[in-house]
């Protein structure tokens, strides 16, 4: 079965600090990876993805993952946090089943940015 | 870019009674929607996979009896939650993939399901 985890439940930051929000995953063939955020109350926005190419993938809102094969990770990163990144963060891997293809996410890890 | 509804997003009902939600795909076709639940600050749980116009394939442990699941059309999935009880309140998440794009899902804004 394919998997992904999330090894922090949350994650605390400065305001203007570098984060990282930890995934790695499992999975028999070619992961196919993502990364989405949760408000409070509100469903997920997508924020990057990873398929094939180059392993270092750019997102929305200044985000960006590095797809490491040797390690089985692919984590969040961002250079400069803000305030307004506090949410709930999924990583996400895809996998198929009988209908069709369904993502798996992970259990999702808090990141909390103080100023 | 692709837009998912979902409605009600929120919605009180009594114990026993049936509540149905409705996920729509507004500019575009899907060819497959899944439905997610959401427990509090808890990962999105699989509760089953609907392909248009065939039955839906449920996750292991997911009542199909109690969790109703219709795709009627390429732009419309219903679940349907019979008889609920107070722990089928949830935050239920569609999402849905166009027959285009075999990568993308695209998900809903979520409904905040209580029952009293």
């Known amino acids: 079965a394919q998997s992904v985890a999330q090894p922090e439940d949350q994650v605390n930051v400065a305001e203007g600090n570098p984060l990282t929000v930890k995934c790695t995953y499992s999975?028999?063939?070619?992961?196919?990876l993502f990364w989405y955020v949760q408000y409070p109350n509100r469903g997920l926005q997508f924020l990057l993805k990873y398929i094939t190419g180059d392993n270092l993938v750019k997102g929305s809102y200044g985000f960006e993952a590095e797809f490491n094969k040797s390690q089985t990770s692919f984590h969040l990163k961002k250079p400069s946090a803000l305030v307004s990144d506090s949410a709930l963060y999924f990583c996400a891997v895809r996998e198929f089943n009988q209908a069709g293809t369904a993502l798996i996410f992970g259990k999702g890890t808090t990141l909390s940015v103080s100023s | 870019g692709a837009v998912v509804s979902q409605h009600p997003s929120r919605v009180i009902c009594k114990s026993g009674t049936s509540v149905k939600i409705e996920c729509r795909s507004l500019d575009f076709q899907a060819t497959t929607m899944f439905w997610y639940r959401q427990f509090p600050k808890k990962s999105l749980m699989l509760m089953a996979t609907?392909?248009?116009?065939?039955?839906?394939?449920?996750e292991q442990g997911v009542e199909k009896d109690k969790f109703l699941i219709n795709h009627a059309s390429l732009t419309l999935s219903t679940l349907t939650v019979t008889s609920a009880h107070p722990e089928d309140s949830s935050f239920y998440i569609c999402?849905?993939?166009?027959?285009?794009?075999?990568?993308?899902?695209?998900f809903g804004p979520g409904t905040r399901l209580t029952v009293t």
């Open positions: 999975v028999s063939g070619n992961p196919y």
């Open positions: 999402s849905a993939r166009e027959w285009t794009d075999p990568y993308e899902q695209y």
């Open positions: 609907s392909n248009e116009g065939s039955k839906a394939t449920y």
